[in-house]
């Protein structure tokens, strides 16, 4: 039993990637749902499938970006930022710029999970999960 299972999430997505596979499989949440979508939309996954008929958890199903020519990942960096032992909130004026604006930051908000830049025209802040770049 683990106790932080998005960090499980980024760790399966950054050891998948180190091993050069094109799918990974990882159990369902409605946060992991959500950080899924933001990855697809901003364009750091290829594709991504959720299958409810496994078991009642549900899986996803990641299709991960390479570069044709380099086989390099689309994603450099995964990094878990509020922990379960150490929460870290922050308020829309302090919402942090992860590479000057390159990459993103994942947010939880009272809006739902959200990227740094949506939360910081909407003026909210939240948990600010991870960092991906």
């Known amino acids: 039993m683990f106790t932080d299972p998005i960090a499980d999430y980024l760790t399966r997505v950054r050891n998948a990637q180190m091993a050069g596979h094109k799918v990974v499989d990882i159990p369902a949440s409605n946060m992991k ?18 299958e409810d008929e496994v078991n009642y958890q549900g899986n ?16 450099k960096k995964l990094l878990r930022i509020s922990k379960p032992g150490l929460r870290k909130y922050t308020s829309s004026s302090t919402l942090p710029r992860v590479i000057n604006g ?3 930051a994942i947010v939880s908000t009272s809006k739902g999970v959200i990227t740094d830049k949506e939360a910081r025209d909407l003026k909210i802040g939240g948990e600010v999960i991870c960092h991906i770049y």
Do not use: R, V
């Open 102 to 104: 390159l990459g993103i």
């Open 33 to 50: 749902k959500e950080i899924t979508k933001i990855l697809h939309d901003k364009g750091y996954i290829l594709n991504y499938k959720i």
């Open 60 to 75: 996803i199903k990641i299709a991960l970006k390479y570069n044709h020519k380099t086989k390099s990942p689309a994603i």
